[in-house]
């Protein structure tokens, strides 16, 4: 049991954040508990703390750029989550945390209600390459219920290419 | 007896016990293999008149960058960022691409580690737009856009006292790899972080934030600082002098306004650091001069055929990320030298390109790092070493036939 049990649980991400709450706005029951969850990535402080280590012979720690990164990478957290808090005007908790977003989004949210995400890939047209990385993740692997949200308006119908000759026979997707 | 000093001043280095600095193990490592004999006090002294100006040099570059970052540079780098990109993910890494090179070229690639980055992390999440790529471009160019120029990497300083080669003539010579290694990695990440440049940042434009006044006498120093390191190497009088002239000026500047002390422009030139690096070139030296220069020996091709040269950078590279690219770079010198400045304009696109290829620069940092800390980023490091297999050995590949190929047209 996490703290989000039955709660709608909005995965805050940059850029389409917006999206999210809206949906939360239109589709979630006015009356369920609203969790903001943003998830900072920690390999960004890890990344900027090795090219640190790679300059070899330079040991001076408040010259290192990861921790700057990482505080950064907070105070933005905190920034985008008030924003979201905002524009969804009515009470709801805000979660904060640091670590592999598709993997932290899904533990967080195991229990709740509904989780809502944004589609993180291709927008120009309908199909899987409109998941990224970090939202086939957590749409494969999420044991609570998943709201995907577009972006923006969603392409049309018509996006979606005309199906394969008669005969023709997909590879198998178990088999990749 | 210096192998083993030489071991423990770099197993120091990566391990640094208590945060001590790194010239606690190598200043008294120096002193012995001097005391012992490993290498004669003549033969060190000799090092140490040859290392000298380089450690001026580098001091000097330091306290540039330093001040420069103190009159706003970095920040009006991040509003630059910003408004190149208009929110759009590909115009920003095109920016930052841009930027990263320039900046590791100029002010060298502690530059770009230690002031860019954080400026580049925080554009990126203003604009909303996820900063991976930008995060990582940084991190990547700092070492293999440190190709360039003489003061772009403590690496090509050493180089360039031992090759003997003007300052301009280094930067022609380096001005066609420089480009094609930026060039590899641009198309490499375009396309490995594909994703994260698709998803547009939707940010809505905070116009209401003023834009930084651009440090224009800083600006200024740095161009004419510049342009005295190729005519001072024109004339042979050490372009360190142009870097101190440099440094003098901008940070009489500073200490008129308040805005530095002199205790913090000292602290800038980082004298532990320079310790350290003089050190290391005794050890280096006694250890090069006690058999182990000789059983590389072999294994350095010799001439600036296209075979050689690739050879010589393929072992450079793999040197740097065994032991760093420091300590790989002080070894080969010597052996390199012999051969010409193709051999060890070689060497440097060998140690400077080669540490992207781990995300600590070495096998030692990483696996030492890696035991210490058991915790976090097992998917990234993959990640990221995975990016390293795709830029490095191409950008080696290419650098070296752009160095061939500059060696031809403008004479070795």
Known sequence: MTDTEGAVVIWITEGTWRASVDAALSLAPAAAPVTLLHIAPAELPEAAHGAYLELFGRGRPERDPGPRVAELAGVSAGELLDAAAGRLGRPCRRVARRGVPERDVVIVAADAALLIVARDGDRSRLGPKSLGKAARFVVDHAPCPVLVVWPGAAPAVGTIPPPPPHGHHPPDPHHT | MSAAALVVVLGWAVWRPRGWPEAVAAVPAAALVIGTGAISAHDAGADARRLGPVIGFLAAVLVLAQLCDDEGLFRACGAWLARTAAGRPRRLLAAVFVLASVTTAVLSLDATVVLLTPVVFATAARLEVRARPHLYACTHLSNSASLLLPVSNLTNLLAFSASGLAFGRFAELMALPWLAVIGTEYVVFRRFFATDLDAAGAGEEDSAQAA???????????????????????????????????????????????????????????????????????????????????????????????????????????LANVMNNLPAVLVLLPLAAPAGAGAILAVLLGVNIGPNLTYTGSLATLLWRRVLRQ??????????????????????????????????AFGG
Do not use: M
């Open chain 2, 212 to 318: 930084p006044e651009v440090p224009v006498f800083a600006l200024a120093v740095v161009a004419v600082t510049l342009a005295g390191f190729v005519i001072t190497s024109a004339v042979g009088v050490n372009p360190a002098w142009a870097a101190l002239a440099g440094a003098v000026v901008l940070g009489a500047r500073a200490l008129s306004r308040r805005r530095a002390s002199v205790i913090a422009l000292a602290r800038a030139s980082d004298p532990p650091f320079l310790l350290f690096v003089l050190s290391l070139g005794i050890v280096v030296q006694a250890v090069t001069g006690n058999g182990f220069g000789g059983a590389l020996r072999p294994l350095v091709p010799a001439g600036t055929s296209l075979p050689a040269l690739l050879g010589t950078a393929a072992l450079a590279a793999a």
């Open chain 2, 375 to 408: 915790h976090g980023s097992g998917p990234s490091l993959w990640e990221f070493t995975r990016l390293g297999l795709l830029t490095v050995p191409a950008g080696l590949v290419i650098a070296v036939l752009s160095l061939w190929a500059a060696l031809h």
